[in-house]
C-alpha cells in the first residue's frame, strides 16, 4: 500500500498562474482533507470532502477549488496563484465516523509551492 | 471559534531531559489526537484518547486526557535526537467533526 500520494513535490509558479495539486489514496477511506502548513500557522485546513461527490469548505477556502474525482483522488486547484499562496500544502485522508469524534488522518507527503 | 491552545510553542532540550507539551481548551472535547511531524516530513498520527482521565503509553510516551476533557498532555522522558520534531494536538468538539488543530510544539534536542 502506497497510503497517500501526492504530485508534484515541488513547484515554482509565477503570479496569476494556475495549477492543480493531485492526490491519491489506496485506503479505501471515505473522507478527504486539504490542508496547508505555514510557519507558526500550523495546520489549517482550506477543503474536505466527506465522501465521494461531496466537498466542503475549511478554515482558508478562498483562492482555491477542490474535485472529488473518484472515492481515491481529491484534486485541489490555484486558478490564480498568489504570493500568499506560497506554502506547503499536504493532503489526507480517513475513515469517515458516523459520531462527533474523527478517526486518524493520514497524511501525504506533502507539495512545496512558491509562488513569485 | 472554537480554539486548542498548545503550549510551549517551542522547546529545547538536552538528550535525556523529559519534555511535556500541553493542549488545552475552554470547551469540553469529545476526543483529542495526537500526531508528530518530523522537519522536512509529514504529520504522522500517534494516538487517540476518548475517556475523561484517559492514560495511554506509547515506550516513553505518556498520553493523558484531563478529567474534564479539556485538556491532554504528552510527556516524553529521557528525551533523544530521534523525538526531534514538531507535536500537534487535533480534537473534536460538540458535534463538529472537523478536527481542530493546535498550532503544535517544536521540541528539539540536543545530542
Known amino acids: 500500500n502506497a497510503g497517500v500520494t501526492q504530485t508534484p513535490k515541488f513547484q515554482v509558479l509565477k503570479t496569476g498562474q494556475s495549477m492543480t495539486l493531485q492526490c491519491a489514496q489506496d485506503?479505501?477511506?471515505?473522507?478527504m482533507y486539504w490542508y496547508r502548513q505555514d510557519p507558526g500557522m500550523g495546520l489549517r485546513l482550506i477543503y474536505y470532502?466527506?465522501?465521494?461527490?461531496?466537498?466542503d469548505k475549511g478554515e482558508v477556502p478562498n483562492g482555491y477549488n477542490v474535485s472529488r474525482l473518484n472515492k481515491r483522488e481529491f484534486s485541489l486547484r490555484l486558478e490564480s496563484a498568489a504570493p500568499s499562496q506560497t506554502s506547503v500544502y499536504f493532503c489526507?485522508?480517513?475513515?469517515?465516523?458516523?459520531?462527533?469524534?474523527?478517526?486518524?488522518?493520514?497524511f501525504g507527503p506533502g507539495t512545496r509551492l512558491t509562488v513569485t | 471559534g472554537q480554539q486548542v491552545m498548545q503550549i510551549p510553542q517551542y522547546q529545547h532540550v538536552q538528550e535525556g531531559e523529559d519534555f511535556t507539551t500541553y493542549c488545552n481548551s475552554s470547551?469540553?472535547?469529545?476526543?483529542i489526537q495526537w500526531y508528530k511531524q518530523r522537519p522536512g516530513g509529514h504529520p504522522v498520527f500517534l494516538i487517540q484518547?476518548?475517556?475523561s482521565g484517559e492514560v495511554k503509553k506509547q515506550k516513553r510516551l505518556t498520553f493523558q486526557f484531563g478529567e474534564a476533557k479539556k485538556n491532554s498532555s504528552l510527556h516524553i522522558t529521557a528525551t533523544q535526537t530521534t523525538d526531534v520534531g514538531t507535536y500537534f494536538c487535533?480534537?473534536?468538539?460538540?458535534?463538529?467533526?472537523?478536527?481542530?488543530w493546535g498550532l503544535g510544539t517544536s521540541l528539539a534536542v540536543n545530542p
Open positions: 470547551t469540553t472535547l469529545s476526543n
Open positions: 489526507a485522508s480517513s475513515r469517515t465516523s458516523g459520531q462527533a469524534t474523527s478517526y486518524e488522518q493520514y
Open positions: 470532502s466527506a465522501s465521494e461527490g461531496t466537498t
Open positions: 487535533a480534537a473534536n468538539a460538540g458535534n463538529n467533526r472537523k478536527l481542530i
Open positions: 484518547l476518548v475517556k
Open positions: 485506503m479505501n477511506h471515505n473522507s
